[in-house]
């Protein structure tokens, strides 16, 4: 069954401090992905995707994720952290032009100020 | 551009009850989508639609029903409520080529927050 790990559920961290959350899939078929962000009372907001091409893709707010297909991953980055970034991010994924977006269960992100 | 639109926005249910999810988009998406959202499961596909008069089963479809009889509106009913119904449920709608939209391949309403007591 298609399935979108994301391997930190809970993530603190102090501002300047640099992230990455992790994201894999268990597919071997041409996938599009995607990073979404939800920030508290806020339904979910396209941080980036990745459809083909560079297989580093930045999106908005300073993020950026990367395509690594041997490892079926698609970790999200970010330099440095604001607080204003405390938020749920959810990874996910189509397979093959499929018609289903399918979400991770999302790693809830905490900035200390 | 109201975009995707949801009512009602909170809602309290006894177990047993009835009721309809509304969702209405005006982007003239041909896909639409219905999921729930609970703490720490992230988001569960629960129905979805590629077109008006055709929907599919998503990862967790017991216990709903949807229609959708135009392209605009992809009501979720659900028949018999029961407390493992209580959630957050979004609706989004899309192109049928993901590529397309200059933002986001998933347009998001604001939520339906949903308790079965």
């Known amino acids: 069954a298609q399935s979108v790990s994301q391997h930190n559920h809970h993530v603190i961290l102090s501002e300047a401090a640099s992230l990455e959350l992790g994201c894999n899939y268990s597919y071997g078929g041409t996938v599009n992905l995607f990073w979404y962000v939800q920030y508290p009372g806020q339904h979910l907001q396209l941080l980036l995707k990745?459809?083909?091409?560079?297989?580093l893709v930045k999106g908005i707010k300073g993020f950026e994720a990367e395509f690594i297909k041997s490892k079926f991953s698609f970790n999200l980055r970010k330099p440095s952290v604001q607080w204003s970034d405390t938020a749920e991010y959810f990874c996910a994924v189509t397979v093959n032009r499929d018609d289903k977006i399918i979400f991770g269960k999302g790693t809830r992100l905490h900035i200390l100020p | 551009n109201a975009g995707v639109t949801q009512t009602p926005k909170f809602r309290i249910l006894k177990i047993g009850q009835s009721m309809t999810l509304q969702c209405a988009q005006d982007m003239n998406h041909n896909y639409m989508y219905w999921y729930r959202q609970d703490p720490g499961m992230g988001l569960k596909l629960i129905y979805y639609s590629v077109g008006a008069g055709i929907t599919d089963k998503g990862e967790v479809p017991n216990g709903y029903n949807v229609s959708r009889s135009t392209t605009e509106d992809f009501p979720l009913r659900l028949e018999l409520a029961a407390p493992s119904q209580t959630s957050v449920y979004f609706c989004?709608?899309?192109?049928?080529?993901?590529?397309?939209?200059?933002?986001?391949?998933?347009?998001f309403g604001n939520g339906t927050r949903l308790t079965v007591t």
């Open positions: 990745y459809f083909s091409g560079d297989p």
């Open positions: 989004a709608s899309s192109y049928p080529d993901l590529r397309q939209g200059a933002d986001s391949p998933l347009h």
